[in-house]
């Protein structure tokens, strides 16, 4: 079959050329680059999200711990030697003994005899597995012999990633904030507890990502006496004196 050569320049026409291929592909992959590069904006700004908001979570769970922790502390002058407020300062990493009655809600009481709620709390940071630090809170009963079963002590991490966790006194006679406290027979009026996560430009770097601070008012008087309660009073003795009273 004979084509005229207006023929051949029509048919032509009607096919891309190699350069129009290669510029319709050019489109095409600035295309995708540009919807992979949205789209990984998004997951990493998710992430990012997820995690702040995660930390944020984390430090205030740990600092109501705290809070609970120094809120129920108790010092009984009688038998002082079992109830010592030992603090450790060492520079952003601190750490605190104290004994406390702790509150039902505290972490971890869910699984101990709930009347071994006086307790030897324990607050400190340790070296974790992923080479930062970890902040943990450790209480075990108190005149109760350790290594008995269901006497362990009870640990459990509050904050991972800990950067700064540093405990500060109001010392009582020059009313200064001290990161010593030498009395330990007896507590300080206020703590002032400050908790940072994570770090800003690096692992390396000095300024935490997440900081928060807080004043902590504690029941800064001794109790008189001996540690104890009210009496035990069989149920049949508490019926027989409830109808003696009675007219």
């Known amino acids: 079959m004979n084509f005229t050569r207006s023929q051949v320049q029509a048919r032509s026409k009607e096919a891309f050329t190699i350069l129009e291929i290669m510029i319709a592909l050019f489109i095409f992959a ?8 949205i789209w990984h904006g998004i997951m990493k700004g998710t992430a990012s999200g997820l995690k702040a908001a995660a930390e944020v979570q984390r430090s205030r769970v740990a600092m109501r711990t705290i809070e609970q922790a120094f809120l129920s502390a108790r010092v ?5 030697k ?7 300062s060492r520079g952003e990493q601190s750490a605190i003994s104290m004994t406390c009655r702790l509150p039902s809600d505290f972490l971890g009481m869910g699984f101990i005899d709930p009347n071994l709620r006086m307790r030897r709390v324990d607050i400190y ?18 005149l109760v012999e350790t290594n008995a079963a269901g006497n362990e002590p009870y640990s459990i991490v509050l904050a991972r990633d800990v950067s700064r966790f540093e405990l500060e006194y109001l ?21 002032r507890v400050t908790l940072g996560l994570g770090k800003l430009g690096g692992r ?4 935490s990502q997440d900081l928060v601070s807080r004043i902590i008012a504690v ?3 001794n109790i008189i006496g001996l540690q104890g309660g009210p009496p035990f009073i069989p149920p049949a003795l508490q019926q027989q004196q409830q109808q003696q009273m009675r007219p």
């Open 82 to 88: 079992y109830y010592y407020f030992i603090a450790d």
């Open 171 to 191: 010392e009582p006679r020059k009313n200064e904030w001290v990161t010593e406290w030498a009395y330990t027979n007896m507590l300080p009026k206020l703590v």
């Open 219 to 221: 029941p800064a008087q």
């Open 125 to 142: 940071t340790r070296p974790g597995s992923d080479g930062t630090d970890e902040l943990v809170v450790s209480h075990i009963p108190l």
């Open 30 to 37: 600035l295309v995708l680059t540009a919807i992979y590069s």
């Open 76 to 80: 009984f002058n009688e038998n002082i």
């Open 204 to 207: 390396y770097s000095g300024q």
